[in-house]
């Protein structure tokens, strides 16, 4: 894997409606711009070698991410939701996102949060330097608890570049500040 840069960040949401949100809502975002090995081959049937930088990039960005996490104090247990996504650069394939975060991707998260029964709902594009990919966050066990269905958004000025990929991972604490909507009974 080649990583040309690794970006995170962490967002802590004190206050929402006007209401204070307590424990703080926290959200932290690892990304990293990858060098794709398959940028302006055209259509490649075996993606095995993305599979394999999808493990590769899952156990850089949880570390990153659960390094964040541990600078204010949060152990990865505290993690509840979870979610990825991936932009391909316009030399590449929409499917080579599909490789990097579907077969091999959530083993390593999972290991490193201690569990994580449910998927990890993610998101795909092609884009350019700046591109945008809003990622949504459900629940590491049940991807039906309203509460922890969220999203956050990325975008990185200077990635991907066309023969690069932005490959990120999402982890929450505490789901949608002051969560109230309930599920139909």
């Known amino acids: 894997m080649k990583v040309r840069l690794i970006v995170t960040t962490t967002q802590e949401t004190c206050r929402e409606a006007g209401a204070d949100v307590t424990p703080p809502t926290i959200i932290v975002v690892a990304a990293a711009v990858v060098q794709n090995p398959l940028a302006?081959?055209?259509?490649?049937?075996?993606?095995s070698g993305l599979e394999e930088l999808g493990r590769q990039a899952a156990e850089l960005l949880v570390?990153?991410?659960?390094?964040?996490?541990?600078?204010i104090?949060?152990?990865?247990?505290?993690?509840?939701?979870?979610?990825?996504?991936?932009?391909?650069?316009?030399?590449?394939d929409r499917e080579?996102?599909?490789?990097?975060?579907h077969p091999r991707f959530g083993a390593p998260v999972r290991a490193a949060i201690g569990g994580g029964a449910?998927?990890?709902?993610?998101?795909?594009?092609?884009?350019?330097?700046?591109a945008?990919?809003?990622?949504?966050?459900?629940?590491?066990?049940d991807r039906w608890v309203f509460d922890d269905m969220d999203s956050v958004d990325l975008s990185i000025p200077d990635?991907?570049?066309?023969?690069?990929?932005?490959?990120?991972?999402?982890?929450?604490?505490?789901?949608?500040?002051?969560?109230?909507?309930?599920?139909?009974?």
Request: hydrophobic share 40%; charged share 20%; net charge positive.
């Open 63 to 71: 570390q990153q991410a659960l390094r964040a996490l541990a600078a």
């Open 73 to 92: 104090g949060v152990q990865p247990e505290a993690v509840r939701g979870y979610g990825k996504g991936a932009i391909v650069g316009v030399d590449g």
């Open 159 to 185: 990635a991907p570049h066309a023969d690069e990929m932005v490959i990120a991972l999402a982890l929450s604490t505490g789901g949608r500040p002051n969560a109230r909507v309930k599920k139909p009974t």
């Open 132 to 141: 945008q990919i809003t990622m949504p966050i459900s629940n590491k066990d």
């Open 40 to 47: 302006g081959k055209g259509k490649v049937d075996d993606l």
């Open 96 to 101: 080579h996102t599909a490789a990097v975060l």
């Open 118 to 130: 449910d998927i990890i709902t993610g998101t795909k594009k092609v884009g350019g330097p700046g």
